[in-house]
């Protein structure tokens, strides 16, 4: 059974008099434990179709199955509940708030989501948020700011709190973009390390060699799937 599944989405955008096609008939499916990269020029689409995928955005048309159920017609906490119960997510920036310690922040999706199983008490935030910042290797660094910590460190506190809640499926927007090569190999070590624990992970990435990684590379162009490239 396919975790996603699209048929011929489109989304445009309007600006002033002009329409943009920012997705053309994409039709994708993607299994359970995949790890996909998704390269483009900028402008190609890949931001829209991750935000689309990950419900943050609805399609002009087509048809959008997650766990084979079809999302149209869901109500904002529907979205929100399905957001918050399967999906993890980490932008280039970031998007941590700054006057939070690195554990609050962690804690952020369980203070609002209630997770899996129902309000979670505050010692049993604190102790998932200290697990989560375990896996990335910051336990140790929980009591401070984003300001006083290194770019790397601050995608690795985005990646504790995009699984905090234990995802099934993780969208990652360019989440190398902002750091040097070698903090982006450990953020993508991070997601493989993941990826084999049974997490699926879409990624979109400037980045060929990061690309490359993946074991199936999408390309997109001026908004259509136009190579979807299996690895060994
Ligand atoms: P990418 O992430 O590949 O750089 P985007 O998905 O951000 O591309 O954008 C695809 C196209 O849609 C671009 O032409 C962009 O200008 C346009 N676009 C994206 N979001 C909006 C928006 N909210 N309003 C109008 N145009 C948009
Ligand atoms: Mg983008």
């Known amino acids: 059974m396919s975790l996603i599944r699209t048929e011929s989405l489109n989304k445009n955008f309007t600006r002033g008099d002009e329409t943009i096609r920012a997705i053309r008939v994409l039709t994708l499916s993607v299994e359970p434990g995949e790890f996909i990269s998704i390269t483009g020029a900028s402008g190609s689409g890949k931001s829209t179709l991750l935000y689309i995928l990950g419900l943050l955005d609805t399609p002009t048309s087509g048809r959008y199955f997650l766990n084979n159920e079809p999302v149209e017609g869901l109500s904002d906490t529907e979205l929100a509940g399905l957001r918050n119960r399967f999906m993890g997510f980490v932008f280039q920036s970031f998007h941590l708030l700054p006057r939070a310690s690195a554990l609050r922040n962690v804690m952020m999706p369980l203070v609002y989501g209630a997770g899996h199983g129902g309000v979670l008490s505050e010692a049993e935030q604190r102790e998932r948020a200290i697990s989560a910042l375990e896996v990335v290797g910051l336990k140790d660094r929980m009591n401070h700011r984003p300001n006083e910590l290194s770019g790397g460190q601050r995608q690795r506190v985005a990646i504790a709190r995009a699984v905090v809640n234990n995802p099934k499926l993780i969208f990652a927007d360019e989440p190398t973009g ?26 979109v990435t400037h980045d060929p060699s990061i690309a490359e990684r993946a074991r199936r590379q999408l390309i997109l162009r001026d908004g259509a799937l136009v190579e979807d490239r299996r690895g060994i």
């Open 178 to 203: 902002n750091l040097d090569s070698k903090s982006g190999r450990d953020i993508l070590g991070l997601f493989e390390r993941l990826n084999a624990q049974g997490v699926t992970i879409l990624m």
